[in-house]
């Protein structure tokens, strides 16, 4: 079964190449990197080490900063049936592949999501669940440093594989989903669910995320508040039971006003409306 691994990349030079290393010495050897190169520069040292393995690596330029674009460009590349997802700021061990590939064998798994390690996570043993959304107000599980073996909801995108075709059914990754690109992981898992494949999380599929500075999600502190809250609004507009609405938006609207009393700034009270009143209107333009 071959693998495609997608990476989308943005000026972070020094982590592409430790992943590229990270990747080269997979046991697993039927797969392929797609590099989709986002940014003004792609130096020398990296040009090496795709001329030194042109068999396995591909680079494609391209010029809009837009991750799901990124992401939805790599899928139509792809010459494996299965999709590897990921982040450029990610380090992984030598069966990362081998552990998202083997979960396959279920023709009834559609998406493998793997375990993700950051700075300051909760400890495993308060885990009770994994990537779930609520249903009536939206509120978000993540823990994805789990150490368990469970089914989610929704996947994290930078360490997330996917069947080629159901994707492709799907269309990709939604890209009015921009900005710090919050949810889009959950978007495309939510699409998959809904044509009936199951999302399994797997911690073996193990990467540990540094969350460089750069890329495409380095904005100011303000246009993240702005993006979260429009692709949440969208996200939720597109997936959730509408009947529950007036709920999720209180929610919302509490989330702006204590992150901006946290932060002593009433610019984040504009942000945040702005971004929910934005996701609504992407949300009816149905595109």
Same mark, same amino acid.
């Given at each position: ?11 972070? +030079? ?5 992943? #590229? ?22 130096? =020398?040292?990296? &040009? ?10 591909? #680079? ?8 799901? *674009? ?29 552990? +998202? ?26 885990? =009770? ?8 107000? &939206? ?12 089914? %989610?909801?929704?996947?994290? &995108? ?14 990709? @990754? ?15 898992? $939510?699409? %998959?669910?809904?044509? &009936? ?11 540990? *995320? ?17 993006? @979260?809250?429009?692709? $949440? ?15 999720? $938006? ?10 901006? $009393? ?5 610019? %984040? ?19």
């Amino acid at each position: 079964m071959k693998v495609s691994i997608v990476i989308p990349t943005y000026e972070r +030079h020094d982590s592409l190449k430790n992943l #590229l290393q990270d990747i080269l010495r997979q046991r697993y050897d039927d797969f392929e990197v797609i590099i989709v190169n986002q940014g003004l520069s792609f130096p =020398k040292e990296l &040009g090496e080490i795709l001329t030194a393995n042109k068999s396995k690596i591909r #680079l494609f330029n391209d010029d809009m900063q837009n991750s799901a *674009h990124a992401r939805n460009k790599g899928i139509r590349k792809a010459e494996g049936e299965i999709v590897i997802s990921c982040d450029d700021d990610i380090r992984i061990e030598q069966d990362f592949i081998q552990n +998202h590939v083997k979960e396959y064998k279920n023709k009834y798994i559609g998406a493998v999501s793997g375990r993700v390690l950051c700075a300051n996570d909760i400890p495993t043993s308060k885990i =009770k669940k994994v990537g779930e959304i609520r249903k009536y107000d &939206g509120k978000v599980t993540a823990n994805f440093n789990a150490d368990f073996k469970t089914e %989610i909801e929704h996947a994290y &995108g930078c360490n997330v594989s996917f069947r080629k075709e159901l994707l492709l059914r799907v269309g990709g @990754y939604d890209e009015r989903l921009i900005g710090t690109s919050s949810f889009d992981d959950a978007d495309v898992s $939510f699409k %998959i669910r809904k044509l &009936g494949y199951r999302i399994v999380f797997e911690p073996l599929a193990e990467a540990v *995320h540094l969350q460089a500075r750069g890329g495409c999600r380095d904005i100011l502190p303000g246009e993240k508040v702005y993006w @979260y809250y429009h692709n $949440f609004m969208l996200f939720y507009l597109k997936h959730m039971c509408k009947i529950f609405f007036p709920i999720f $938006f209180l929610r919302q609207l509490i989330s702006i006003f204590r992150r901006a $009393f946290i932060g002593k700034s009433r610019g %984040i009270v504009l942000k945040g409306i702005r971004g929910l009143k934005d996701g609504f209107r992407d949300y009816r333009k149905k595109t």
